[in-house]
Nanobody
Framework: QVQLVESGGGLVQAGGSLRLSCVAS????????MGWFRQAPGNERDFVAA????????NYADSVKGRFTISGDNAKNTVYLQMNSLKPEDTAVYYCAANRFTTDRDFRSYNYWGQGTQVTVSS
């Protein structure tokens, strides 16, 4: 079992930046692929980014490519999502997720989820 706790969300103006953190506990962090998803009201849970255990494989959604950066720190059992040039359409609850096998974009591939952190971008 893996427990995930996100932090770092908040209210920011368009063009601003936020850094989300997700701390994992319960199992060896370095064994897991970590992903970020987001969900706006009335929408499905959308893929944002994922990083492999080694950090060598990284995937981004087209909508965030060039603006968001995912990174991991195995020593701190933490994965980060640096979000720059934020847009109002980035407003959503952001979730951290983990699985052992794939950097897939399908949320059903991920076994473990955090509680989410709200990101609101004002225009």
């Amino acid at each position: 079992q893996v427990q995930l706790v996100e932090s770092g969300g908040g209210l920011v103006q368009a063009g601003g930046s936020l850094r989300l953190s997700c701390v994992a506990s319960g199992r060896t962090f370095s064994n897991y692929i970590m992903g970020w998803f987001r969900q706006a009201p009335g929408n499905e849970r959308d893929f944002v980014a994922a990083i492999s255990q080694s950090g060598r494989t990284i995937n981004y959604a087209d909508s965030v490519k060039g603006r968001f950066t995912i990174s991991g720190d195995n020593a701190k059992n933490t994965v980060y999502l640096q979000m720059n040039s934020l847009k109002p359409e980035d407003t959503a609850v952001y979730y951290c997720a983990a699985n052992r096998f794939t950097t897939d974009r399908d949320f059903r591939s991920y076994n473990y989820w955090g509680q989410g952190t709200q990101v609101t971008v004002s225009s």
